[in-house]
């Protein structure tokens, strides 16, 4: 099975200013969620979401691709060459887990495993 590219995350430090560059710049829409904008990109699209984590690192753009199982890409990913660099971690609210890896070349990724239905 194939794993699809299915989010994104930019990080910043102000996240107002942010928002609105890529409201007028691109046309985004969001919605604000306490811990960040998640933003829909329009049809054809992939959402995501512009986060301001409050600490390093501030200024990111982080790629998720879905996964059925993190615990177990994690271990695809460290036997590959990779490095788990945050993570498995549940998202609040049963929203699914997620990891930060890099891969062998030193490229920063996620996985996203969605929550069970």
Not at 26 to 53: K, M, N, P, Q, Y
Not at 83 to 93: F, Q, S, W
Not at 106 to 116: D, E, K, M, V
Request: hydrophobic letters at 35%; charged letters at 25%.
């Amino acid at each position: 099975m194939a794993n699809p590219v299915v989010r994104f995350d930019i990080g910043c430090k102000d996240r107002d200013r942010t928002v609105a560059f890529y409201r007028d710049v691109f046309g985004w829409s969001g919605h604000d969620t306490g811990l960040s904008t998640e933003v829909s990109t329009g049809e054809g699209g992939i959402d995501g979401a512009i986060t301001a984590l409050g600490h390093e690192p501030h200024n990111y753009v982080m790629v998720y691709m879905q996964v059925a199982d993190c615990d177990a890409h994690c271990e695809k990913i460290k036997a590959a060459g990779g490095e788990i660099e945050v993570g498995p971690i549940d998202i609040p609210g049963d929203r699914g887990r997620f990891a930060w890896f890099k891969d062998p070349e030193g490229n920063r990724l996620a996985i996203f495993q969605p929550p069970a239905e």
